[in-house]
């Protein structure tokens, strides 16, 4: 069984009790054999274990994360949590990459949170055929290593892996505590995607997008391109980062191109994951010039759209948009693709019309112990904090909604 928080009914934990509980636990867990570094990880057994992982995640792919884990500010010097079998042949049948929870929330108290791929899907990969016995052993390790919980940071709430967390857990008596949740938009790739996309969009809609298609066809042929092989994607990518620098997130120093270590990191992973026929990079073309730029990572059967950027020069045409529509119906063709997640944020302009599937996600807190008075007070903190930032977020936008 699965408990949702809610701020009121949290228990609340005295300062007395708070004081207690520092001065008999560590701030973070000890290093040990239970908590490795992410770079000791032996990377074959790794892809091996996502090969049999029982849900998909395309940011725990190893040379995905350990891109990240190299250079992208924020997101280097992680541990992992790894659960092991007797079996010689696959010997990993778990990986959680984690961070302490001082680092992720600047809490002073002994536990471990999933670290952030810079996607935003954080689900452990789990063996498919000892799913249980793994998590089971993902949780062993991490009190071994000190902690007195784990908090996946958004995973998918109904989940192959967290079912399976949330039968070991039964088994102890214990249960998910659900932080926050959202819904976000996904693809069901099995269906036409024409007659997807018309029961996504209104008649008046896609006659508009045909119209800006038009429209965007006098500066040159309309083509959609998809790079797939290393050398074609090591060459995509460049476009892509180029056209993401181009727009807003290139003033506000937020785009991949800004910042050298995010650049690195992208060029990397993309280059890696592509040779392994784990990337694509979708591009739309006006004529000579490229008008929008995707990335996709694919895992399983599963694709993950990771980000998207536009030459806003071209925005009246939504090209965005356009992107979009190709790229489902190219998805949906593809034979081993049965969904697509956005990773988008909640209620995302762009792509929640299009997209009209929707993934649950959620933070999770996972309780290492019976009666732990250490989980109350982690749990009380972070619902707390999240209250904050969600309030602080409606001021934000009450003073913008002002100002215009």
Not at 265 to 286: D, N, P, S, V, Y
Not at 332 to 349: G, L, R, V, Y
């Amino acid at each position: 069984m699965v408990e949702i928080v809610d701020l009121a009914d949290v228990r609340r934990v005295s300062e007395e009790d708070a004081t207690k509980i520092r001065a008999r636990t560590p701030a973070a867990p000890t290093a040990g054999k239970a908590l490795l570094p992410l770079t000791s990880v032996d990377t074959d057994q790794w892809r091996k274990l996502a090969a049999r992982a029982v849900e998909p995640n395309g940011y725990y792919l190893a040379d995905w994360e350990l891109a990240v884990n190299a250079t992208a500010p924020g997101r280097t010097g992680a541990s992992a949590l790894g659960a092991f079998s007797d079996n010689p042949s696959a010997p990993m049948i778990g990986l959680l990459p984690v961070i302490p929870v001082w680092r992720a929330y600047k809490i002073p108290l002994p536990a471990l949170v999933s670290a952030h791929p810079y996607g935003t899907l954080c689900t452990p990969l789990l063996d498919r055929d000892l799913a249980e016995e793994a998590a089971g052993r993902l949780m062993q390790a991490a009190r071994e290593a000190g902690a007195h919980a784990l908090i996946l940071r958004e995973v998918s709430l109904h989940g192959a892996a967290i079912k399976a967390f949330a039968e070991v857990l039964r088994h102890d008596g214990l249960r998910l505590r659900v932080l926050q949740s959202h819904l976000r938009a996904r693809l069901d790739a099995t269906r036409d995607a024409d007659q997807l996309l018309r029961d996504a969009l209104s008649a008046k809609k896609l006659k508009e997008l045909r119209r800006q298609r038009h429209r965007l066809a006098e500066h040159g042929a309309v083509r959609f391109e998809v790079a797939r092989s290393e050398h074609e994607v090591a060459v995509a990518i460049e476009t892509f980062l180029a056209l993401e620098a181009s727009g807003w997130k290139g003033e506000r120093g937020t785009a991949l191109l800004k910042v050298e270590g995010d650049a690195a990191f992208i060029r990397r992973a993309t280059k890696a994951l592509a040779e392994a026929g784990q990337c694509e990079i979708a591009t739309l073309h006006a004529g000579d010039t490229p008008v929008a730029a995707g990335i996709v990572l694919r895992h399983q059967n599963r694709a993950f759209f990771f980000k998207l950027g536009i030459d806003e020069r071209f925005a009246k045409y939504s090209p965005g948009v356009q992107l979009t529509l190709d790229l489902t119906r190219h998805l949906c063709a593809d034979p081993e693709i049965t969904s697509a997640d956005s990773t988008a944020s909640p209620d995302h302009p762009m792509i929640n019309p299009v997209w009209r599937g929707r993934l649950a996600i959620g933070d999770v807190l996972i309780p290492l112990r019976r009666n732990d008075p250490v989980v109350s007070l982690l749990q009380a903190a972070l619902v707390s904090r999240e209250f904050a930032r969600d309030m602080a977020r409606r001021a934000v936008h009450f003073i913008r909604g002002n100002r215009s």
